[in-house]
């Protein structure tokens, strides 16, 4: 069974992969290694976890503009996730998602932390604004 959220489109593109959900604001400068990945923040709930090649589901992004080429460094990489879900895409986050190619989406029209789980296989398609939900 397929479930659909329309979504606002804020970076373009197709992708398909699995979750990895968090409910804390993201700084990419200081909280991701850009050279693996990896979170490095020891107070965000997924320190530790990879985000290469995730749909990562983030309330917002946080912290400095430089959080944007950290966003397009990650992507020059091969580090950073395949697409980008938030509820609200602040300046910073949309602007390397942009920079990057990285699918993004954001205020979804139903509550995705109700719905979603770490793991779920999602098909983003940012073109048209919706997140395609395989349970």
Request: hydrophobic letters at 40%; a negative charge; one cysteine or more.
């Amino acid at each position: 069974m397929e479930k659909i959220i329309k979504c606002r489109r804020i970076s373009k593109g197709h992708v398909h992969g699995s979750v990895l959900l968090t409910k804390d604001a993201l700084s990419f400068l200081g909280g991701v290694n850009p050279e693996t990945g990896v979170i490095t923040d020891p107070n965000h709930e997924l320190y530790g976890k990879k985000i290469s090649e995730k749909i990562l589901v983030i309330p917002s992004g946080k912290g400095s503009t430089v959080g944007s080429y950290i966003i397009y460094q990650m992507y020059k990489n091969n580090t950073a996730p395949l697409g980008l879900v938030a509820l609200e895409a602040e300046p910073i986050i949309a602007t390397g998602a942009i920079m990057a190619g990285i699918p993004m989406v954001d205020h979804p029209q139903e509550p995705i932390y109700d719905i979603l789980a770490d793991g779920d296989m999602v098909g983003l398609d940012a073109d048209n604004g919706l997140l395609k939900i395989e349970k």
